[in-house]
């Protein structure tokens, strides 16, 4: 389950597409990960199971962002087999640890217990096995995206048991009160100063681009978790640049 295992950095984009051949599409392009959205867009629980199915038969992380801190949604992401559940809105270090109680099973978390799921073979798994090692393959990763979050941040990086801290830069953007403006001086200052603040406690930090360049910036600073663009964008840039070389 280790994303990071042997890399510098790994990068995926999001996925918002109910059709589960474009994951199978990110991984032939070479991305490390996936992240099966929920928050944004039109699948649902049921639709991206096949998403996740899709992800590990051709070998990269199937990753599930849960539209909120929702223990049940948590539950059941991880129960159709997601390797580590993404949750946005965390403002508070009680925030983070809801989020770790809900993905872990005791003694870490007290995540519902149950063996007649996917992510244990439908029952197939003997359950000593499944318990025993669910909290050290799967992992949980948040959404630092607002003042709020920010102000507590070197509580909120204190939590054990948070495996990724990704900065929402479109999310801060409107906090810092230039909503859109991602590369703006105010918004680049506070994420630094969060990429900083993590550096010396081993934390990884992700981030979301849309250029190559930009996510080249941002591993030059120690940002290890590339989020890169959305699917439909990435589909909507291919296509335009088409377009506008056929037409010139």
Sequence with gaps: MNLFENKKFVVGPFMKVSDPALVEVAAFAGFDFVIIDLEHGPNTIETVQNHVRAAQAK?????????????????????????????????????????????????????????????????????????????????????????????????????DGIDVIFIGPY?????????????HPKVISQMKEIVEKAAPLGKVVGTFVESPESAKQWIDLGVKYISYAVDVGIYFDACKNIVDKVKE
Excluded at 71 to 78: G, P, Q, T, V
Excluded at 176 to 183: D, I, M, R
């Design 59 to 159: 070998g990269i992380t199937p990753v599930i962002r849960v539209p909120e801190i929702n223990e049940n949604m948590i539950s059941k992401a991880l129960d159709i087999g997601a390797d580590y559940v993404q949750v946005p809105q965390i403002e508070t270090a009680a925030d983070a640890e809801r989020v770790v109680k809900a993905a872990k099973f005791f003694p870490e978390g007290s995540r519902g217990v149950c063996r007649y799921v996917r992510a244990a073979d439908y029952a197939s798994m003997p359950k000593e096995n499944y318990f025993g090692n669910a909290n050290k393959t799967t992992g949980t990763i948040i959404h630092i995206e607002g003042n709020i979050a920010f102000n507590n941040i070197d509580e909120i990086l204190a939590v």
């Design 171 to 183: 999310d801060m953007s409107q906090s810092c009160g230039v909503p859109g403006q991602v590369n």
